[in-house]
Each structure stands twice: as C-alpha cells, then as structure tokens.
C-alpha cells in the first residue's frame, strides 16, 4: 500500500514540474521573440533616422532632387532592416508645420528652411500578445543652400 502511495506522488509531482516547465517556456518565449522584436523596431527606426539625414542633406543643397532623395531613405532602411524593409513615406513641412509638396521645395529660394519627415510601419510579431502595428516617424530640418 505505501509503495502505490509514492508511486502516486511521483507521477503527481513529475505532473507538476511539466507544467511548470511550460509556463516558464512560455515566459521565456515571450521574452526573447519580444526582444527579436525591439531589436527590429530599433534597427528600422535607426536606419529611417540616418537616411532621413542624408535625404534633408541632399534636397538641402539640391531640392529638386526629390526622387533620388526618397530612394535614399528607401535604401536606407532596404539595407538595415532584419526579416524584410517596409515602404517609407516622404513629406516635407515648411518651418511653420504646414505640409507642402515636393514642387514646393523644388521652387523654394535660398535660405527656406523645412522639415523632411519619413514614416514606415512596423509591425512586430509577437508570441502570446496581440499586436497593434506602429508607424515610425522621424523628423529632419534643412535650409535650402541652393543659389538661384
């Protein structure tokens, strides 16, 4: 009789270590597949923040170049990013917010500031949780340089 009692806690206690190794497996799934996760969501906002740079730098000296501009930033982020780019968004504001167009900018004399913005979403895929996706956006400012 005792000997079917132990048996009965053994397979009891092996039970409940199983489940408990499950729980923590998922636990740690959810840390690690979250940290993949951030660490593309930091590899995509870093890589539209430095094209965005050199695309404000380049319609800066030469505004008319708005196309090559937005394949930059497009590069940018084609080349950074882990598991697949996103499509990027150009705009361009002037320096009081309002959203203009690249023929603004192209007709734009000496000294105009603005603001080139970029978005792209990010849409992270995470084990155990519902994701909502997310745009990423940056905000550069340049001065047109360009002489008439």
């Keep these: 009789m005792t000997s079917m009692l132990k048996s009965g806690r053994?397979?009891?206690?092996?039970g409940q270590a199983a489940v408990e190794v499950l729980l923590v497996l998922m636990i740690l799934a959810l840390v690690f597949f979250g940290g993949v996760e951030l660490s593309r969501g930091v590899a995509l906002r870093q890589a539209?923040?430095?094209g965005t740079g050199a695309a404000a730098?380049?319609?800066s000296l030469d505004p008319a170049q708005w196309a090559f501009a937005s394949g930059v930033v497009q590069q940018s982020v084609d080349?950074?990013?882990l598991g697949g780019a996103a499509p990027v968004t150009l705009r361009v504001y002037d320096s009081g917010g309002t959203l203009r167009s690249s023929a603004w900018l192209s007709g734009s004399h000496f000294g105009t500031a603005?603001?080139?913005e970029?978005?792209?979403p990010f849409?992270?895929?995470i084990p155990f949780l519902a994701?909502?996706?997310i745009t990423v956006r940056v905000r550069h400012w340049g001065i047109v340089e360009r002489y008439p």
Excluded: I
Excluded at 10 to 14: D, E, I, K, N, S
């Design 114 to 116: 603005f603001f080139l």
């Design 10 to 14: 053994r397979t009891g206690m092996a």
């Design 118 to 120: 970029a978005t792209a």
């Design 131 to 133: 994701n909502a996706p």
């Design 123 to 125: 849409d992270a895929d």
């Design 48 to 50: 539209l923040d430095s």
């Design 79 to 81: 080349q950074n990013m």
């Design 57 to 59: 730098r380049t319609l």
